[in-house]
């Protein structure tokens, strides 16, 4: 392991609007030269924000395979991000945030200014197509835009994309490069807290797919379980043939209300997954249903 545990202090080397409700901000420093990406295009990572007057997040210690923090009164918050663009030769790495009134990383995020600091953990992802695939679904809230971006700026010519994004005004449109034959559907005002979810439904339009054809869904979680039972279910598609997991939870607060008296025991059956030695889509799968079949 890396002498910094896989915790990195980064610091911010810019940061600007590429579109009305989304900032990109390139991180840099000393640290992050010892950063290792997973490879995979939808990689994500912890980001760990200072608390109220500390220039730095407190950087945790291992104990037991686990981080802890001498200072539990100073313990920063944490958000995950996806890796929008890792620029090995530098030692930098892009992270593009969806910015919105309130909420610890969207309130750093709008006020970030080159030098300011934040902790990142390591990264890993979930994008593992066959190598027959010749035709992708990516379909996304504005959470996971930059997945989907970065996902298409890595496929190959010779293959075809649908990319269906729910996106909060018509002003956040993004243009994006692909060696890829892409079809782009945007989905203004649906989601995201603005509106019903028309994911979902743009999904249910398209084609039945074909035996190359590989979805990547990253959104809302009850619109992922709902999408996810709707690829499964209806069209028999395997866990091979998507990636599906849910980015964010609407009405966390009630969420986390409900979760915490039974966090302990919903946290030991997640570790008897993983134990049993399922992974990728079959762990995402058993976690969701696990979670459903306690009410959440």
Same mark, same amino acid.
């Given at each position: 392991?890396?002498?910094?545990?896989?915790?990195? *202090?980064?610091?911010?080397?810019?940061?600007?609007?590429?579109?009305?409700?989304?900032?990109?901000?390139?991180?840099?420093?000393?640290?992050?030269?010892?950063?290792?990406?997973?490879?995979?295009?939808?990689?994500?990572?912890?980001?760990?924000?200072?608390?109220?007057?500390?220039?730095?997040?407190?950087?945790?210690?291992?104990?037991?395979?686990?981080?802890?923090?001498?200072?539990?009164?100073?313990?920063?918050?944490?958000?995950?991000?996806?890796?929008?663009?890792?620029?090995?030769?530098?030692?930098?790495?892009?992270?593009?945030?969806?910015?919105?009134?309130?909420?610890?990383?969207?309130?750093?995020?709008?006020?970030?200014?080159?030098?300011?600091?934040?902790?990142?953990?390591?990264?890993?992802?979930?994008?593992?197509?066959?190598?027959?695939?010749?035709?992708?679904?990516?379909?996304?809230?504005?959470?996971? *835009?930059?997945?989907?971006?970065?996902?298409?700026?890595?496929?190959?010519?010779?293959?075809?994309?649908?990319?269906?994004?729910?996106?909060?005004?018509?002003?956040?449109?993004?243009?994006?490069?692909?060696?890829?034959?892409?079809?782009?559907?945007?989905?203004?005002?649906?989601?995201?807290?603005?509106?019903?979810?028309?994911?979902?439904?743009?999904?249910?339009?398209?084609?039945?797919?074909?035996?190359?054809?590989?979805?990547?869904?990253?959104?809302?979680?009850?619109?992922?379980?709902?999408?996810?039972?709707?690829?499964?279910?209806?069209?028999?598609?395997?866990?091979?043939?998507?990636?599906?997991?849910?980015?964010?939870?609407?009405?966390?607060?009630?969420?986390?209300?409900?979760?915490?008296?039974?966090?302990?025991?919903?946290?030991?059956?997640?570790?008897?997954?993983?134990?049993?030695?399922?992974?990728?889509?079959?762990?995402?799968?058993?976690?969701?249903?696990? *979670?459903?079949?306690?009410?959440?």
């Amino acid at each position: 392991m890396a002498r910094h545990d896989n915790f990195y *202090l980064a610091e911010v080397v810019s940061a600007h609007r590429i579109t009305p409700n989304m900032i990109r901000i390139r991180f840099g420093g000393p640290e992050l030269a010892e950063f290792e990406t997973s490879g995979y295009p939808d990689e994500r990572l912890g980001v760990y924000f200072p608390n109220p007057g500390r220039p730095a997040p407190q950087r945790p210690t291992i104990e037991n395979g686990a981080w802890t923090f001498d200072d539990p009164d100073d313990e920063p918050e944490g958000r995950s991000y996806t890796v929008r663009k890792y620029h090995r030769d530098r030692g930098e790495l892009d992270i593009d945030f969806v910015v919105h009134e309130g909420g610890v990383a969207s309130s750093w995020a709008l006020e970030a200014e080159p030098g300011a600091i934040v902790g990142l953990s390591s990264a890993d992802g979930w994008f593992t197509p066959p190598a027959t695939t010749r035709n992708y679904v990516l379909a996304a809230d504005a959470t996971g *835009l930059p997945g989907a971006g970065r996902i298409l700026e890595e496929l190959p010519s010779g293959v075809t994309a649908t990319v269906i994004t729910e996106i909060i005004d018509p002003a956040d449109v993004q243009t994006i490069s692909s060696s890829a034959s892409v079809d782009y559907r945007w989905l203004p005002g649906s989601g995201m807290g603005h509106g019903p979810s028309h994911l979902e439904h743009a999904i249910r339009a398209l084609p039945a797919p074909g035996s190359d054809t590989y979805y990547w869904v990253a959104a809302e979680a009850a619109a992922t379980r709902s999408i996810r039972k709707y690829l499964r279910k209806e069209l028999g598609l395997s866990a091979k043939d998507m990636c599906v997991i849910g980015y964010w939870r609407a009405n966390k607060e009630d969420f986390l209300r409900r979760y915490e008296p039974v966090q302990a025991s919903m946290l030991q059956r997640y570790g008897q997954l993983v134990d049993s030695g399922i992974e990728g889509q079959e762990l995402i799968d058993a976690w969701d249903a696990e *979670l459903e079949r306690a009410g959440f």
